[in-house]
């Protein structure tokens, strides 16, 4: 069979496949309807933030109001307690580390004028 | 003011996937009546025109058409180059277990009938469409996807390159090859075919 022959009947072929029936459409779209029901409550199951959500969503989450209520119970702690008791904690503490604690001696040259 | 989507609609098919996801009935409609008769013909000329394989094979592509809509990339690949090459794998399974049940002869092909045209033109165009599509099913599984591609599916080189997953080379060679593979099949029927008369 000669080229122009085979080609002419390729041709002819692309008007002989048999068109979907309305029936095999109806089952696709229904079926993409389907499927297209299953990805949807998907999406809507996720609720807007409500009031306090966002406020909390505001504060940086979890981490971070966890360490605001750490400091304020803190400071409500150190702001009831006696001063003397913090004084008898930190009492025995030298008032000027310098003159006790040389950490660099090779470096005093640095502190010296003129 | 929200337009109905169709087969005819400008909108690409990568939108509609788009909007078929995100919920649009018409997507799911426009998307149904373009995609499936390409997918349906492929089907049917890799199938040796059983109608009704042809048939599961769209449906089954479209099924996975919708579940992939969720995940579609706009831009990494058409819409019907990706149903195309779903289609020739769920062929491709299909027409090896009908040879392994022997299922596949040159006779397999049905008549088709248009009315439109006269009985003795129709009895000619009968044998030619049956005779073609005996000759498909005789070649390689390779050849008859590139040639039905190429040559009746109308795709590029480079689009069939992608539904095959091979090189642009490789489909030109398997067409090639496919080509004079039914020219020798189908010679030996030309008087038959009424090709000498032409």
Sequence with gaps: MQEDELNRLLDGAKFTAPAPSPALLDRILADGLDEQLRLRPAQALRPEPGFWARIYGAFGGLPTVAGLCSATVVGLAVGYTDPTTINYLTGGLPTDLSEVIDLFPSTDFLATEG | ?198
């Excluded at chain 2, 195309?84 to 392994?100: E, I, K, M, P, Q």
């Excluded at chain 2, 000759?135 to 039905?148: E, K, S, T």
């Design chain 2, 1 to 198: 003011m929200k337009m109905a989507l169709d087969a005819d609609t400008d909108t690409s098919d990568e939108a509609l996937m788009v909007l078929y996801a995100n919920g649009d009935r018409h997507a799911a409609l426009a998307l149904t009546q373009r995609i499936t008769p390409r997918v349906m013909g492929y089907a049917y000329r890799l199938l040796s025109g059983d109608r009704a394989e042809a048939e599961d094979v769209a449906q089954e592509t479209m099924l996975r058409l919708w579940r992939m809509a969720p995940e579609w990339r706009q831009g990494e690949a058409k819409v019907a180059t990706w149903a195309y090459r779903v289609a020739t794998n769920l062929c491709t399974d299909r027409f090896r277990s009908r040879r392994r049940q022997g299922r596949v002869a040159l006779e397999d092909a049905p008549d088709v009938a248009d009315p439109a045209v006269s009985a003795d033109t129709r009895l000619v165009e009968a044998d030619r469409t049956n005779a073609l599509q005996a000759a498909l099913a005789a070649l390689p599984d390779r050849q008859r996807q590139a040639v039905v591609l190429r040559h009746i599916e109308g795709l590029s080189n480079p689009e069939i390159a992608e539904v095959m997953g091979l090189g642009v080379e490789a489909v030109e060679s398997l067409t090639a090859r496919g080509k004079r593979a039914l020219a020798a099949i189908l010679s030996g029927r030309k008087a038959e075919l009424g090709y000498e008369d032409d």
